[in-house]
């Protein structure tokens, strides 16, 4: 019987207030990665919470809001050391200078400047504030799509969908019965994610990204927005939409395709599918949109 592989100590990785350049940094390294299991970390580990056995937290970003308050004051039960990261989870960074007295006294010195800034109590997008000629949506825009917007090439224009630049095989005869899990199983080369049974949602979602996602085997999550069709409707109907296309193209419930949709997962970009149908403003117009 061949050995077991060695038990690895475990660390996680929790993020509040800041820009995840730490937990990018984090990554660029590899030294640690045959020493130690990175078991929590929302930018790319799937997990809910940090388990029980997590020997070293590292904790970036400051505490900006109650909910990082909450959150950093619940993770440290059950783990053995903490390790506050970077510039802001030591002394709270960019975030952290308007609280500062000289900082506030360079502010104020400025005979222009009278108050110092407040959280608004939402985030608003740019066009809640001011006109906008173009939108470039993306997370982030391709380099392509940055020098379309900068330079205007002669005859570009990008693809309708992201299915258009794909490439993936739609088959007929391949139906799942259930969906796929996030970033589980063996993903088929040149075959559909969706007759693979991954929530992909590509074919809702406008092109121009030359699908580099979809490409080496990661679902579309949207984040390149509505696709010209859908720029103008509700949410109600790009979901149907998209569960139009699963029960065109598998036997998965209806029901667990609905849920998957309204999912954490995919809550950052589909949703803000609505956004471009104005709701307390007028639409978006799709002239306006690459």
């Not at 002394?91 to 007295?101: A, E, K, N, P, Y």
Request: hydrophobic share 40%; proline share 7%.
């Amino acid at each position: 019987m061949a050995d077991e592989a060695p038990k690895l100590p475990q660390f996680a990785v929790l993020s509040l207030s800041g820009c995840a350049g730490c937990e990018v940094s984090l990554l660029n390294a590899s030294e640690w990665c045959e020493k130690l299991r990175l078991v929590y970390m929302p930018l790319v580990v799937s997990a809910h919470h940090i388990p029980d056995e997590v020997e070293v937290l590292l904790v970036s970003g400051s505490v900006r809001n109650d909910n990082d308050a909450y959150t950093l004051q619940r993770a440290v039960h059950n783990v053995s050391r903490v390790i506050a990261v970077g510039t802001c989870a030591i002394s709270g960074g960019i975030t952290h200078l308007g609280d500062r007295d000289d900082v506030r006294e360079l502010f104020l010195s400025q005979s222009n400047r009278f108050l110092l800034p407040h959280l608004l109590a939402r985030t608003r997008p740019v066009d809640a504030f001011v006109d906008v000629d173009m939108y470039l949506p993306g997370c982030p825009p391709t380099p392509d799509l940055f020098m379309a917007a900068l330079l205007h090439p002669e005859g570009y224009k990008a693809s309708s969908i992201v299915c258009a630049e794909c490439g993936r095989r739609k088959l007929a005869d391949m139906r799942p019965k259930h969906l796929t899990g996030f970033q589980q199983g063996e993903v088929l080369p040149d075959i559909c994610l969706i007759n693979q049974g991954y929530l992909c949602v590509g074919t809702s979602t406008r092109g121009g990204c030359h699908a580099i996602c979809t490409r080496p085997g990661h679902p579309c999550v949207g984040c390149r927005g509505p696709s010209n069709v859908f720029i103008e409707k509700e949410s109600s109907v790009w979901l149907e939409k998209i569960q139009h296309v699963f029960e065109h193209m598998t036997d998965i419930p209806p029901e667990e395709v609905n849920e998957a949709l309204r999912s954490p997962q995919l809550s950052m970009f589909l949703f803000q599918f609505s956004d471009y149908a104005g709701g307390d403003r007028p639409p978006r117009s799709k002239e306006k949109v690459l």
